[in-house]
């Protein structure tokens, strides 16, 4: 059974909501439309959707001891590396030529994991997303409900009125 999507969509036009359409050999029958899911985010959804996203991923130099940051898989010919949680064990900042960059003058910051090293450049130049309990992750989303309740069919913020 398909989740129930968070978010303002619609019923795939394409699928007509089945997450099927034609058969190829390399998909078989998913609908390209959707992705197989039967339904695609609304742009206030998906505005929402990204609001969601940021609100969970953070700077590499903003995790602390204990924190779990996600490893992206990814696939490599025949190999395949899946999606993983890992709990920090140990942060610190050192020169970026520590960690092997070139530049001398940068600052990088290193994380040690359960699952390896993770290394970054200092001022949030790149995010990792951060683990959170099932509380925290409910506050997010009613958070991010509200956020799309003061967006337009556009996914733009609503113009306020000025106050008398």
């Not at 089945?18 to 190829?24: F, P």
């Not at 020169?95 to 993770?118: D, F």
């Not at 970054?120 to 989303?141: D, P």
């Amino acid at each position: 059974m398909k989740a129930k999507p968070t978010f303002e969509h619609e019923t795939c036009s394409r699928c007509c909501g089945t997450g099927n359409y034609s058969y190829n050999p390399v998909s078989g029958s998913r609908c390209f439309g959707c992705g197989g899911v039967g339904y695609k985010l609304t742009k206030r959804g998906r505005a929402a959707q990204n609001f969601l996203n940021a609100m969970r991923e953070m700077p590499l130099e903003n995790f602390e001891i204990g924190d779990l940051i996600r490893f992206d898989g990814f696939h490599a010919g025949s190999y395949v590396e899946p999606t993983r949680w890992a709990k920090v064990i140990s942060k610190e900042i050192v020169p970026a030529t520590e960690v092997g960059y070139i530049n001398n003058y940068e600052l990088c910051v290193k994380v040690e994991t359960s699952q390896g090293t993770v290394t970054g450049f200092v001022g949030g130049k790149s995010t990792w997303r951060k683990g959170f309990t099932a509380e925290q992750k409910q506050a997010q989303v009613n958070e991010a409900l509200a956020y799309q309740e003061t967006l337009t069919k556009t996914g733009k913020p609503r113009k306020q009125k000025l106050a008398a």
